[in-house]
């Protein structure tokens, strides 16, 4: 038995060899050259074949519960708030968080991400920190983007363990540095939170880490919202050529003083406003 996150990560890899029919209540099924592999609609995976041993392999140890996991949200975007969240799953939430469909990355686009946070948040342990831009840019001037993540992440961890006393064994950072380089960061901070793990792509592999991926992203959509309508202006998400139109029509109508407060002036979105 695979959770619903497992079963998504191997139909993604098997792709090339998922085949047109699809047997009585199964989800799927792939055929290599020397392997069938089904995944079943009551999550069970059967590998048949003489490759199944090997296909079988990094399958057999469930995702463990509870996990603990973080990401950040508008660190790639010009406008708009940092957002960090770590969120944590209890084997009681576990089914809970499978049916919102948290863990189906291709289901997550913002119209969903707004239907299903909402939930998310009333049911799951989290912590939250937004860091808005006057702060960012003022921080930003001692410290480089990685740093600010390694910190809030830390300290969005000393909230989640105050909140439910002790982190579990498996806490998951979305991975943004390598483990040497993120306890660099802390060095000198108050309280830091040793027991983390790092893993790339975590999102897709943790579902702690999708829920907290998930209320991150919200929060950030939100917070773009409200400064849409403070500002009567559209913020665009991302750091292209439309978001440079946006920021020079902004500073037309409300001065770059004004830009401060909802940009990260860092970026080459800020010299670009010299074109
Ligand atoms: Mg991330």
Avoid: W
Wanted: hydrophobic residues 35%; neutral net charge.
């Amino acid at each position: 038995m695979l959770d619903a996150m497992q079963i998504n990560q191997l139909k993604q890899k098997l792709v090339p060899y998922i085949s047109d029919k699809v047997p009585p209540y199964a989800l799927f099924q792939a055929k290599t050259s020397d392997t069938t592999i089904t995944a079943y609609q009551s999550n069970k995976v059967v590998f048949q074949g003489e490759g199944a041993e090997l296909y079988a392999q990094g399958y057999q140890k469930n995702n463990p519960y509870p996990q603990a996991g973080s990401d950040e949200v508008g660190t790639g975007d010009y406008l708009g708030p940092v957002v960090v969240c770590a969120a944590y799953v209890s084997e009681e939430n576990k089914k809970f968080v499978e049916d919102l469909k948290v863990n189906d990355s291709k289901q997550l686009n913002d119209d969903y991400i707004r239907q299903i946070a909402p939930a998310l948040m009333k049911q799951v342990p989290y912590s939250l920190l937004v860091l808005e831009n006057s702060k960012y840019n003022q921080v930003h001037k001692t410290n480089n983007l990685n740093a600010i993540k390694a910190k809030l992440h830390n300290q969005a961890y000393v909230h989640l363990r105050n909140k439910i006393k002790q982190l579990p064994s498996l806490s998951m950072v979305d991975q943004f540095t390598p483990k040497d380089s993120y306890y660099r960061y802390l060095i000198g901070e108050k309280e830091i939170i040793d027991c983390l793990q790092f893993e790339t792509k975590a999102e897709s592999k943790y579902i702690s880490v999708a829920v907290a991926s998930c209320i991150a992203r919200y929060t950030f959509l939100t917070a773009m919202d409200q400064l849409s309508a403070k500002y009567e202006m559209t913020l665009p998400k991302g750091a292209n050529s439309e978001v440079d139109a946006f920021a020079k029509r902004f500073v037309e109508r409300y001065g770059m003083e004004e830009l401060a407060k909802i940009a990260k002036l860092h970026f080459k979105n800020t010299d670009n406003l010299k074109d």
